[in-house]
């Protein structure tokens, strides 16, 4: 691979060290933006991350508690999942609200789209908010352990607050739908 600049960085030769059907991790020899010589590790993440905010009439939202491998421990969140690069991020959001929580929404709006650790990953993430909710079943997969609650929205803000709620995607959209809701946007 000849030199290529990025941003005030060059990449001067990428190496594949790792891959799997979820990631690709690289070791790049770089040129830093002050002319060093320099490496870089990165992690390219094959699919998209999606979140949902679901928030019904009564300012009910809900939020799924399930087991992640790699903290070991259990985690509160938003529904989320990955959307493939070909697949539409909102029929992914649709997808992942119906099979973690059983939510149908009428209605949809894109609420942000958003960086994950861009200091070490290309990962993105796309959130939406749903409404106008039904109650269908739900239909987990193999690798989910979830429990599902409904609660008021401001009390899952207030677990973004407190720390009950790390997930970053989780954080940025909960903050970001109180602030809104907030301004009566």
Request: charged share 25%.
């Amino acid at each position: 691979m000849g030199e290529q600049k990025v941003c005030g960085w060059q990449c001067k030769q990428v190496t594949e060290v790792y891959q799997n059907p979820w990631i690709r991790v690289t070791h790049e020899d770089v040129v830093t933006p002050a002319g060093s010589d320099g490496i870089y590790g990165v992690v390219h993440f094959k699919n998209r991350a999606v979140g949902v905010v679901p928030i019904d009439d009564e300012g009910f939202t809900w939020l799924v508690r399930q087991s992640r491998y790699v903290l070991g421990s259990y985690t509160w969140e938003i529904p989320e999942g990955g959307a493939a690069q070909e697949e539409s991020p909102l029929e992914a959001g649709k997808r992942e609200l119906a099979e973690e929580t059983g939510l149908r929404a009428v209605q949809w709006r894109e609420l942000l789209r958003m960086h994950l650790s861009n200091s070490v990953t290309d990962e993105t993430a796309v959130v939406y908010t749903a409404r106008g909710l039904t109650q269908g079943p739900c239909c987990h997969e193999d690798s989910e352990d979830i429990e599902v609650t409904r609660l008021p929205l401001s009390e899952a803000v207030e677990m973004v607050l407190d720390g009950r709620i790390s997930d970053a995607i989780s954080v940025a959209a909960l903050l970001k739908v109180a602030l809104l809701e907030k301004r009566g946007r």
